[in-house]
T-cell receptor, first 114, second 112 residues
Framework: QKEVEQDPGPLSVPEGAIVSLNCTYS??????FMWYRQYSRKGPELLMY????GNKEDGRFTAQVDKSSKYISLFIRDSQPSDSATYLC??????????????FGKGTHLIIQP | GAVVSQHPSWVICKSGTSVKIECRSL??????MFWYRQFPKQSLMLMAT?????????EQGVEKDKFLINHASLTLSTLTVTSAHPEDSSFYIC????????FGPGTRLTVL
């Protein structure tokens, strides 16, 4: 079993729809959870950064973390064609003075149809 | 804020040569930077953690003598791929922590 599981998609939805992206993980030591957006041949762009369980909202984006289920989600409201990209979940533990590298999901390819 | 740059953005080299990739934090200082590799349609895989003023920490399966990392200042880390071979062709991305981890734009290496 991989440490982080993420459906690679592609996920295709019409413009304006609510998008739900998810990851599951197996390592209970993970405490910091991130969502990145990556366009083709570009570096990942940090979208959301959360610690432990709970919700965090930023504009059209909402991140949810359920540590008891080892499940994290990213919701995108009022989706736009410009949101079309690969979305990567990433996480790390809180040990080692916070210098841990990230463990990534495989990424979900999202397509927003105009 | 929290901008990370990489140079070059792409490089093509002959098998057996060495290639150096630079990673810079432009508007913050980073005692720790990270190097990742991403193969087509795959996720980012952590290669090593670069610590300013000390030796890098390599992930299991990553050859430290092949992938030389130097973190000489609080804003610059370099990755040198020595004696590159075609199987080293990949997308190399660095990141630095400033709260969350911020990534550079990546360097696409093609070894002929």
């Amino acid at each position: 079993q991989k440490e982080v599981e993420q459906d690679p998609g592609p996920l295709s939805v019409p413009e304006g729809a609510i998008v739900s992206l998810n990851c599951t993980y197996s390592n209970s030591a993970f405490q910091y959870f991130m969502w990145y957006r990556q366009y083709s041949r570009k570096g990942p762009e940090l979208l959301m950064y959360t610690y432990s369980s709970g919700n965090k909202e930023d504009g059209r984006f909402t991140a949810q973390v359920d540590k008891s289920s080892k499940y994290i989600s990213l919701f995108i409201r009022d989706s736009q064609p410009s949101d079309s990209a690969t979305y990567l979940c990433a996480m790390r533990s809180g040990s080692g003075g916070g210098a841990d590298g990230l463990t990534f999901g495989k990424g979900t390819h999202l397509i927003i149809q105009p | 804020g929290a901008v990370v740059s990489q140079h070059p953005s792409w490089v093509i080299c002959k098998s057996g040569t060495s290639v150096k990739i630079e990673c810079r934090s432009l508007d913050f200082q980073a005692t720790t930077m990270f190097w990742y590799r991403q193969f087509p349609k795959q996720s980012l895989m952590l290669m090593a953690t670069s610590n300013e003023g000390s030796k890098a920490t390599y992930e299991q399966g990553v050859e430290k003598d092949k992938f030389l990392i130097n973190h000489a200042s609080l804003t610059l880390s370099t990755l040198t791929v020595t004696s590159a071979h075609p199987e080293d062709s990949s997308f190399y991305i660095c990141s630095a922590r400033h709260g969350g981890q911020y990534f550079g734009p990546g360097t696409r290496l093609t070894v002929l």
